[in-house]
């Protein structure tokens, strides 16, 4: 509330004045019926379970719902650490069943490609089997473990930390050691005399890095035993491992040579060894022989580190559902089920999955992706096939969907749903939508349509 009066937000009240609350949904005029439960017509011969009218500034807006069988279907989950758990292409399994594999790691997270048609179904049935009950406890925010052929075990729970051979992970690393350098070079100018970020990808020295060059850092005759990059940034100083920075490391000092007194290098020089989540740091001086030798950490440094650990944001695991909407199911929406992919194409129709948000890829089909965390909890089912069932919600006005040839004789109002349900007399559950999701019909509205549509 301060924060909406601060902003000039719009408040709305909780009931009217002089009313009693008696613990029910308050403000329920922005209605959405979602097809968490709302059954399906497949092989859709006949009209979705529900065709929804209800107007909207004016606006008289349709939305078909229903649940989609999806075989063509899987998870990328986003685990964000910087250890190694896995090479790429490595296969996951669940169960001891083979259900993604390991893809292209992204800046501070692993990614998995997990599910799909062919571990569903062109396997054996107990791939298929361990395929679908992995993806349905991952769509519907349970933990599940994975091995990962020569690599780690992990934990994966959208929404939450993920552990990795038993040790959960805390923080997402800020950067790589390059980046690291420059951010924080000015935090480190006279209080250390080399600053060395360890990491798998690129380890950054600060008294070469363009970042120190700027600062006027002097050189400190240091040898990084790794594949030199540009300066101040080096490759290959270690495989990756589940050490400093995501490399083998356990003792910082290993990647280092000898130091070379002609470009800088003396006695009583300092130097900090920092890993790029903050974790594991060190501090070292140089004695007579100019060898490093461990002293204790300097308080005048402990900042430093800190600002290193404040700006890494919490490890978490993020779980995107990912299907292809392109089927038979669009025949319960029309009878002429292309003209469905292209208004979801040129952006007259708003797709959602249980009220949520989805991305939609561009090209051919209805490829669409969605953040578990903002679909309702226990959203997702399965079939026998094995397929998981996912709830599906076109919205759009209804003039385009009659125009596209939907089941106008099918249409019913947000009342009369509420007052007599579906021919599968499916319990009805009335609750608020996850903090965040926009409403539907108005983002429809809102959104401007492309690819030439009118």
């Known amino acids: 509330l301060d924060h909406a009066a601060e902003t000039g937000g719009a408040v709305v009240p909780f009931v009217a004045e002089g009313e009693e609350w008696g613990g029910e ?14 059954g399906t017509t497949y092989p859709d011969y006949k009209p979705a379970p529900f065709i929804v009218s209800q107007e909207v500034e004016g606006v008289d807006l349709v939305t078909v719902v229903t649940e989609g069988i999806f075989s063509y279907c899987g998870v990328k989950v986003k685990i964000d650490t910087d250890r190694h758990i896995g090479d790429e292409t490595a296969t996951v399994r669940s169960e ?68 990795i051979d038993g040790k959960i992970e805390h923080r997402m690393r800020v950067g790589c050691g390059s980046a690291t350098i420059g951010m924080f070079a000015t935090q480190w100018r006279g209080l250390v005399d080399e600053v060395v970020v360890v990491d798998d990808h690129i380890t950054g020295v600060v008294s070469e890095h363009q970042a120190g060059k700027v600062l006027g850092w002097e050189d400190t005759g240091i040898k990084i035993i790794g594949r030199r990059s ?143 965390t903002r679909v309702p909890e226990g959203a997702f089912g399965y079939v026998p096939t094995p397929a998981l069932v996912a709830p599906i919600e076109f919205t759009m006005r209804r003039d385009d969907y009659v125009r596209l040839g939907g089941y106008e004789d099918e249409i019913r109002s947000v009342e009369d749903i509420l007052a007599k349900g579906g021919e599968y007399l499916n319990p009805r559950s009335n609750a608020g939508a996850p903090a965040g999701n926009p409403w539907p019909p108005l983002a429809q509205l809102r959104r401007i349509p492309a690819n030439g549509a009118d």
């Open 25 to 38: 949904l308050v403000n329920t005029g922005r209605r959405f019926v979602t097809a968490i439960g709302a």
């Open 96 to 163: 001891g069943e083979a259900i993604g594999h390991v893809t292209t790691g992204e800046y501070g997270s692993q990614m998995l490609s997990l599910g799909g048609v062919h571990h569903l179904t062109g396997g054996s049935k107990a791939e298929g089997r361990a395929t679908c009950d992995a993806l349905l406890n991952l769509c519907n925010r349970k933990p599940v473990e994975l091995t990962i052929d020569g690599g780690a075990t992990v934990i994966v729970e959208a929404g939450k930390a993920p552990v």
């Open 230 to 372: 540009t300066p101040g940034r080096y490759f290959k100083v270690s495989e990756p491992g589940l050490g400093w920075g995501g490399t083998t490391i356990s003792d910082p000092l290993s990647i280092l040579g000898d130091w070379n007194a002609k470009k800088g290098a003396r006695p009583g020089l300092s130097l900090l060894m920092v890993s790029t989540t903050g974790e594991q740091f060190a501090y070292y001086e140089l004695d007579d022989q100019l060898k490093p030798v461990e002293k204790p950490f300097p308080e005048r440094l402990q900042k430093s580190v800190g600002l290193i650990e404040d700006n890494c944001e919490p490890a978490l695991c993020t779980v995107l559902f990912i299907g292809g909407a392109g089927g038979s199911l669009r025949a319960g929406v029309t009878e002429n089920p292309v003209n469905l992919t292209r208004s979801v194409q040129g952006l007259k129709t708003y797709v959602t999955v249980g009220g949520a948000p989805v991305y939609v890829w561009p090209g051919g089909g209805i490829t669409l992706m969605v953040d578990v």
